[in-house]
């Protein structure tokens, strides 16, 4: 998708500081963190939300989960805690419309959100 702004993270036409990369997925810093660790992970190919994921291609959340539990181990909050969200679509308040999980953590975070 050539006006994504996460594809073009993801093509290197836009800068981002990524801290963990595998073949299909990349994880870098949130650039407004709301937490002491804020990580975004996304899929390389374009997914518009969680919705776009089917039987048919669950794959996808695999190979993220997989980043993100590289991300949790690097980042030191895999034994303190974190939270994994997916603001998906209006009601989920999703302004980026290509599928990310956020990865927040390094502080004891409040529920339930607003
Ligand atoms: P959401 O609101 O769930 O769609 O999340 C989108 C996230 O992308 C927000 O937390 C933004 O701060 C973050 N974001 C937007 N632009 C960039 C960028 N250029 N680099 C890193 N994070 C970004
Ligand atoms: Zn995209």
């Keep these: 998708m050539s006006d994504c702004l996460f594809c073009k993270i993801v093509a290197g036409e836009i800068p981002a500081t990524v801290v963990a990369e595998s073949d299909s997925s990349l994880a870098f810093y949130d650039i407004a963190p709301q937490a002491p660790v804020h990580v975004l992970v996304i899929p390389k190919e374009h997914f518009a939300s969680v919705n776009d994921v ?6 996808v959340f695999d190979n993220l989960m997989s980043l993100v539990r590289t991300v949790v181990v690097d980042e030191g909050i895999k034994d ?9 679509g209006e009601h989920g308040q999703q302004t980026v419309p290509h599928l990310h999980a956020h990865v927040l953590g390094g502080r004891k975070l409040t529920w339930p959100p607003g």
Excluded: I, K, Q
Aim: glycine fraction near 6%; avoid cysteine.
């Design 54 to 59: 089917t039987d048919a291609n669950e794959y």
């Design 80 to 88: 303190s805690g974190y939270r994994l969200v997916f603001n998906t």
